[in-house]
């Protein structure tokens, strides 16, 4: 990974039944600047939020976050809480609505079903929607279900009661100025990239980008082509994160 442009620190968030492999996936090709990988945490999305700026806090000089699914979730409700912790944000395969009521019934089953020793269950359902269809292949399947493993029931009952708890997020993003890359895969099966086009059209500095044929993980699934799309941007928009005070930049919601 290279040193990045400036000196920015970038604390990255996986998602649900996932571990930090989805960021690690894409460190060869990554020129973004330091990055610090971070698990879950909380068992609200209001706590978890809490807990990422916190490390925010400790930090010295500007510091983004680069979250995925549910760790995009987090940084979100991060950015609501305090507008101008976040120096930048990457946001990948995510969603800003609060939860639907399938959604909540389907979690309370899945958290019935591990408390009924039956984790692994669990774990064959997730593993097959992390992949576009046509890249589902045995392998990546097996990938997803080790991550989950890796990850386990406990913390997976805690992380289905921060999703429990979402609220809608879409109105608190339009006063956060700092610059935002939403990366959507194409055929993500949980996240569909209307639902990106919604949290970039909310941030007043946001930059969208649908990356073709990829689905939910769609860093493991191409991790060269996520790396490049996250460079790409960031050399146009570090000099703008990394500007002490931290400036408000013209909208620039564009669709690829």
Not at 150 to 172: E, K, N
Not at 241 to 249: D, E, G, I, M
Request: charged share 20%; net charge negative; aromatic share 4%.
């Amino acid at each position: 990974m290279d040193d990045g442009l400036d000196g920015m620190t970038w604390l990255r968030l996986p998602g649900m039944l996932c571990t930090s492999e989805v960021f690690t996936a894409v460190d060869p090709w990554l020129e973004v600047g330091e990055c610090r990988d971070l698990d879950l945490s909380g068992r609200s999305l209001a706590e978890a939020a809490r807990d990422l700026l916190l490390e925010v806090e400790r930090i010295p000089g500007p510091v983004g976050a680069i979250g995925l699914s549910l760790g995009a979730i987090v940084t979100m409700a991060a950015a609501a809480q305090a507008p101008d912790a976040l120096a930048a944000m990457v946001l990948v395969s995510t969603n800003a609505r609060s939860s639907r009521a399938d959604q909540r019934a389907a979690w309370h089953a899945s958290a019935q079903r591990v408390e009924a020793g039956r984790f692994d269950q669990v774990v064959e359902d997730h593993a097959a929607t992390m992949w576009a269809p046509e890249r589902a292949t045995a392998p990546r399947v097996d990938h997803a279900a080790a991550m989950a493993e890796a990850v386990g029931a406990d913390r997976y009952l805690d992380q289905l009661a921060v999703q429990h708890s979402r609220s809608d997020l879409r109105a608190a993003l339009q006063v956060v100025s700092a610059p935002t890359l939403v990366v959507a895969g194409e055929q993500d099966l949980l996240c569909q990239v209307e639902r990106h086009e919604e949290i970039a059209a909310a941030l007043p500095a946001a930059t969208l980008r649908v990356l073709p044929g990829l689905g939910h993980l769609l860093t493991i699934e191409d991790p060269i082509g996520a790396a490049t799309t996250i460079n790409a941007w960031w050399r146009e928009t570090a000099h703008v994160a990394a500007s002490p005070p931290l400036k408000t930049p013209a909208p620039t919601t564009r669709r690829a």
